[in-house]
């Protein structure tokens, strides 16, 4: 897709406040029942906040690229269960105040491709694909499987920009959250090479006043 093709092709028919809480709610409840449970209880609530703010800002990004209502609610759920995976990581990697060791990183890495198989386990056979891709870089240096480029599904580049953005702004217990406009830097810093330099565009758009969700 050329790089100012996302705008060309206009927005979907949602309104401009999508998602709203309530949107949201009903993506949460058309998960596969016990998932989000299951990452709750192993990962602590937190990151239902995290994976709320992925799929608002997921759905930002779609919005910019014109997908239709249906495909906007799928990448909104692939938002909410990107990190499904992580559930099937011990806690005590998840929790470790230090650096990770290479053993430890590898289990970490494991949680694209687990969460894609707890997905395709309950049919979710395109928020799978999604979800197992979401960690790939433009330069060929994520994982699990090394992709490069337009090899990314559109959907897992979205997932990055906007799962990318959360974890930059919240705090973790090994550094402090970034201001809002810390993140924006960062995020035009790592456009063409960490993250997909159309998706960070698009994200930066629907961060405009007239995007602003509820």
Do not use: N
């Not at 997908?67 to 990190?83: F, I, K, M």
């Not at 230090?98 to 970490?108: F, K, N, P």
């Not at 974890?167 to 809002?180: C, D, G, V």
């Amino acid at each position: 897709m050329p790089a100012t093709e996302f705008r060309a092709r206009g927005r979907s028919s949602l309104a401009d406040t999508v998602p709203s809480s309530a949107q949201l709610g009903s993506w949460a409840r058309s998960a596969p029942p016990g998932l989000l449970q299951l990452l709750a209880r192993h990962v602590g609530p937190d990151i239902l906040v995290h994976s709320l703010e992925v799929a608002r800002g997921a759905a930002r990004v779609g919005r910019e690229y014109g997908l239709s209502v249906r495909h906007l609610e799928r990448v909104g759920l692939a938002g909410l269960l990107h990190d499904v995976g992580k559930s099937l990581v011990p806690r005590r990697v998840l929790d470790k105040p230090g650096a990770l060791d290479e053993h430890e990183w590898r289990q970490i890495r494991r949680h694209p491709s687990a969460g894609a198989r707890l997905l395709r386990a309950q049919g979710m056979h395109d928020v799978a694909a999604w979800v197992l891709s979401h960690h790939e870089r433009p330069d060929g240096r994520g994982y699990p499987r090394g992709l490069r480029g337009a090899e990314i599904p559109l959907e897992a580049r979205i997932l990055a920009v906007a799962d990318t953005f959360d974890a930059m702004t919240a705090a973790r217990r090994y550094r402090p959250a970034l201001t809002h406009d810390q993140a924006l830097v960062e995020l035009r810093r790592a456009a063409g090479m960490q993250l997909d330099a159309e998706a960070v565009e698009a994200f930066l758009i629907g961060l405009t006043p007239r995007t602003h969700m509820a």
